[in-house]
C-alpha cells in the first residue's frame, strides 16, 4: 500500500474487478479486534439484509441504495478513528451510520418513514445525520458532499482541534467536478480530510474501464500534491492499518490524503438495478473468495479463537437486534402533519 509517487505519470489501465492491491494486508488484529470487527460488520450486512426485504414488502419508499460487500470499508476506518472526528457520504449510507453508532431502531424507523427516525420520517434513505454521533449525512446529490465535508475539515482548522474529516465517495462521483474543486482548496489550505473514494467498479452500473480515463484513483490527486493510497477494501484489517496512517497525517497537519478502498457491492446500484452489466459467476467469485466477513470468520475459526456455536451466537445476537429495529419501525406512528412545515428555510 505505497503512497502514489507525484513524480510519476498517470497512465490509464483497467482492473479486473477481483484484482487485489499488490501490498500485503494490515497487522494481525487481536481476538476482541476481530469479533469486534466480525460483530460490526454482520450488524451492518444482516440490518440491510432486512431493509432489502422491507423494501420488497413496499414498507420502504423512494430510493434505497444497499451496502452488502462493502462493509469492511467503513468498520476498519472506524476502529482508527477517535472521538470527534466525522464521517460524512453519499446515498449508499446505512453502513456508515450503524458503523457510527447510531440506533438501528432510529435508523429503520427513517427508512419507513415514521417520526422516531433520524430526520423524524422526513429524510428517508438517503438523508439522515446525527451530530451526537458525528454522521453528517447521507447525501443524494452524486459528489455534493465531498465539498461538504471539505468544509467540515476546514472548521476543524479552524477551530485549531485535532479532529478528521472522513469524507466518503464512491468511483463515479470521482468524476464530479467538485471533487477536484475540493481538493485544490484542501491541499492550498492543509485541511485535515481523508477522501475515501470507494470503488466497487461500477458507479451507477458503469465500469470504471469505461468511464475513467485513469482507473487508479488513488492517484487522482497527483495534479494537486495530495498522496493517495489503494487499500484492499475487502480486509479489514488492511483497511484499519490504512486509516491509523492517513489519520496520523492529517492530525500533524499535513493536509488531505486519498484512501482508494478497493472494495465490491453484491447487490445492483440500488433496489431497482437488476445489475446486468456483469456476470453472476463475477459476483460469486467475489463472494467466495474476498467476502470481508468470510475473511474474519475463517481466521477466529483456523486460530482457534472462536468456535463455530460462538460465531452463530453472536450471529443471532445481531439479527435479534435487526428484528426489533424492525418491528419498532412498522409500529412507529407516521410523522404528524404539522413537520411538513419544520426544517424549511425560506
Known amino acids: 500500500m505505497a503512497l502514489a509517487n507525484n513524480k510519476q505519470a498517470a497512465t490509464p489501465a483497467a482492473r479486473n474487478p477481483s484484482d487485489k492491491p499488490s ?5 494481525e488484529f ?74 438501528p431502531k432510529g435508523v429503520m424507523a427513517e427508512l419507513t418513514g415514521r417520526r422516531s427516525g433520524y430526520s423524524r420520517g422526513k429524510g428517508g434513505s438517503m438523508h439522515m445525520f446525527s451530530l451526537e454521533k458525528h454522521f453528517f449525512g447521507g447525501h443524494g446529490i452524486v459528489g455534493a458532499q465531498v465539498s461538504l465535508g471539505t468544509g ?47 470503488n466497487n467498479r461500477y458507479a451507477m452500473g ?10 487508479d484513483f488513488s492517484k487522482r490527486g497527483l495534479s494537486f500534491n495530495i498522496p493517495g493510497e489503494q487499500v484492499d477494501g475487502m480486509d479489514v484489517r488492511a483497511v484499519k492499518a490504512a486509516g491509523e496512517k492517513a489519520l496520523k497525517w492529517c492530525r500533524e497537519g499535513n493536509g488531505p490524503i486519498i484512501l482508494e478502498m478497493l472494495t465490491y457491492r453484491y447487490r445492483g446500484h440500488s433496489m431497482s438495478d437488476p445489475a446486468k452489466y456483469r456476470t453472476k459467476e463475477e459476483v460469486e ?19 482457534k479463537l472462536a ?23 412498522t409500529h412507529d406512528p407516521e410523522p404528524d402533519p404539522s413537520e411538513l412545515y419544520t426544517d424549511v428555510l425560506a
Request: net charge negative; glycine share 8%; hydrophobic share 40%.
Open 23 to 27: 501490498s500485503a494486508s494490515g497487522p
Open 30 to 103: 487481536a481476538k476482541e479486534q476481530e469479533l469486534l470487527a466480525l460483530r460490526e460488520m454482520l450488524l451492518i450486512r444482516r440490518f440491510e439484509e432486512k431493509s432489502g426485504q422491507m423494501y420488497g414488502m413496499g414498507l420502504i419508499g423512494g430510493f434505497c441504495h444497499l451496502y452488502i460487500g462493502q462493509e469492511a470499508v467503513v468498520v476498519g476506518l472506524k476502529m482508527a478513528m477517535q472521538d470527534g472526528d466525522q464521517m460524512i457520504t453519499a446515498y449508499r449510507d446505512h453502513g456508515h451510520m450503524i458503523a457510527s453508532g447510531m440506533d
Open 307 to 329: 468456535t463455530e456455536d460462538d460465531l452463530k451466537k453472536i450471529d443471532a445476537q445481531v439479527r435479534a437486534i435487526v428484528n426489533e429495529a424492525a418491528e419498532f419501525a
Open 206 to 215: 458503469t465500469s470504471v474501464s469505461r468511464a475513467s480515463a485513469q482507473t
Open 152 to 198: 467540515l475539515a476546514f472548521a476543524n482548522r479552524y477551530r485549531k482541534n485535532s479532529s478528521v474529516s472522513l469524507t466518503f465517495f464512491g468511483d463515479g462521483a470521482a468524476n464530479q467536478g467538485q471533487v477536484a474543486e475540493s481538493f485544490n482548496m484542501a491541499e492550498l489550505w492543509k485541511l485535515p480530510v481523508i477522501y475515501v473514494i470507494e
Open 285 to 303: 467469485k467475489m463472494r467466495s473468495e474476498q467476502d470481508p466477513i468470510e475473511q474474519v470468520r475463517t481466521r477466529l475459526l483456523a486460530k
